[in-house]
């Protein structure tokens, strides 16, 4: 049995405490400019115990990359809707997606990354959390408002979700931009609420409009692929054997 470096007992510094501080260097730095140096001088963990617990510096991204996507998805309860209408459900669950993303922005801005450099190489692998929690209280609330006739059909809880996020992600990707461009800082206190309430109207709107459908259950086709072990974030046998620390 593998022991730990002899530093582990005297390190006040958690696992998870080195996870929280690796996701914001590499929100901020991005994959290739973060330094474990630095990470294990902000942590207060040794490098060699960084190396001991996470492996490599790959390793480690993707688990900053788990926590990103696990702050940014709402708890189950903070969508139940004691209404039965579901113009207010649907309100509510869209202000809880939002707020959730607006609270975490190092988060939002790795997962933007990620998307944008792919060094964890996620397409191929297992999803990184579970989203049924989201799509179910979304999917909830559809068929209630279908049922009622007040939602048109052929809209989808992933349909909802991809609007939300959307406007969510545009709050990271573009702040700089719309501050140079119109002096919108869309990350102050007043833009931010605009923000949720452009994302509330947007998808009532989108819902309730008397636009024809497709004929199709969403606008948006869910593939069927296989997932690799080989590429399970989860799994040690996607970092490659030259990363280092």
Do not use: W
Request: hydrophobic share 40%; with cysteine; charged share 20%.
């Amino acid at each position: 049995m593998n022991r730990p470096p002899a530093d582990t007992e005297t390190s006040g510094t958690t696992a998870d405490q080195v996870v929280a501080v690796a996701m914001e260097s590499f929100a901020r730095h991005g994959f290739e400019d973060t330094r474990l140096e630095a990470i294990a001088q902000e942590s207060g963990m040794s490098k060699r115990m960084i190396h001991y617990h996470f492996g490599d510096k790959r390793n480690l991204y993707v688990q900053a990359l788990l926590r990103a996507v696990t702050l940014i998805r709402p708890d189950s309860s903070d969508m139940e809707v004691p209404s039965t209408v579901p113009v207010d459900g649907i309100r509510k669950v869209v202000e809880v997606i939002c707020r959730r993303m607006f609270a975490e922005p190092a988060a939002a801005r790795l997962i933007l990354l990620e998307n944008l450099f792919g060094h964890a190489d996620v397409t191929a692998a297992s999803p990184l959390a579970d989203q049924s929690a989201v799509l179910l209280a979304l999917d909830r609330l559809l068929m209630l408002g279908q049922d009622a006739g007040a939602f048109r059909p052929g809209i989808s809880a992933l349909d909802i979700y991809t609007i939300i996020s959307s406007l969510c992600a545009f709050r990271t990707s573009n702040r700089d931009t719309y501050l140079n461009l119109y002096d919108v800082d869309l990350a102050d206190g007043t833009n931010t609420a605009g923000l949720e309430r452009l994302a509330v109207d947007t998808v009532l709107s989108f819902l309730t409009s008397n636009m024809s459908g497709a004929g199709t259950m969403s606008y948006l086709s869910v593939g069927t692929r296989e997932f690799s072990d080989e590429h399970d974030p989860g799994s040690s046998s996607i970092y490659g054997e030259t990363d280092t620390l």
